[in-house]
Antibody, heavy 122, light 111 residues
Framework: EVQLVESGGGLVKPGGSLRLSCAASGFTFSSYSMNWVRQAPGKGLEWVSSISSSSSYIYYADSVKGRFTISRDNAKNSLYLQMNSLRAEDTAVYYC???????????????WGQGTLVTVSS | NFMLTQPHSVSESPGKTVTISCTRSSGSIASNYVQWYQQRPGSSPTTVIYEDNQRPSGVPDRFSGSIDSSSNSASLTISGLKTEDEADYYCQSYDSSNARVFGGGTKLTVL
């Protein structure tokens, strides 16, 4: 069974840092791009970042560019999100999601983990 | 970047059919595939339609997707509504700048 399990969320003060992890199992992790998607309380989904299978291609949403860093360790079947200079508006549930490539016309996310809550507050 | 606009909410009775729209603000809706995700309260999103009109295994054929170039929009249609279909639904597509774009979500109430 394909499984994604996030961890590392918690309460952090504005300006602080946090590192999220996503442990993958049930598939060949090193063959897939991966993504982080977040959802603020009571709000919709927002794509955060994507990383290719070999880490050669990395993309960020404008809202997190320069503050967040996505990375992966294929030997450990793990995905990470280093979040620095956190703001109140970064408060959200953060999901990791496996990328499903559809060629030049885009990609989609499946499956998703259960999410980890990040709260940025003083 | 473009935006995907969805109605905030829709409601319909059990057994009926409902359609949720997703309108792309700029660029052709046919340029990039559209996906639809279902998110039940307290749960993670799951895919109900990918690549415009494809259903993942396990998703009932009551769910269907389409695109309409004349209105530059995608649609998710759910027929034979069941109370278990009550959820938030999000459309998603890909931007040529390598960003992934979600619609704002539509709350479906089955009453």
């Amino acid at each position: 069974e394909v499984q994604l399990v996030e961890s590392g969320g918690g309460l952090v003060k504005p300006g602080g840092s946090l590192r999220l992890s996503c442990a993958a199992s049930g598939f060949t992790f090193s063959s897939y791009s991966m993504n982080w998607v977040r959802q603020a309380p009571g709000k919709g989904l927002e794509w955060v970042s994507s990383i290719s299978s070999s880490s050669s291609y990395i993309y960020y949403a404008d809202s997190v560019k320069g503050r967040f860093t996505i990375s992966r360790d294929n030997a450990k079947n793990s995905l990470y999100l280093q979040m620095n200079s956190l703001r109140a508006e970064d408060t959200a549930v953060y999901y990791c999601a496996r990328d499903r490539y559809s060629g030049t016309r885009g990609d989609w996310f499946d499956p998703w983990g259960q999410g980890t809550l990040v709260t940025v507050s003083s | 970047n473009f935006m995907l606009t969805q109605p905030h909410s829709v409601s319909e009775s059990p057994g009926k059919t409902v359609t949720i729209s997703c309108t792309r603000s700029s660029g052709s809706i046919a340029s990039n595939y559209v996906q639809w995700y279902q998110q039940r309260p307290g749960s993670s999103p799951t895919t109900v339609i990918y690549e415009d009109n494809q259903r993942p295994s396990g998703v009932p054929d009551r769910f269907s997707g389409s695109i309409d170039s004349s209105s530059n929009s995608a649609s998710l249609t759910i027929s034979g509504l069941k109370t278990e279909d009550e959820a938030d639904y999000y459309c998603q597509s890909y931007d040529s700048s390598n960003a992934r774009v979600f619609g704002g979500g539509t709350k479906l109430t089955v009453l």
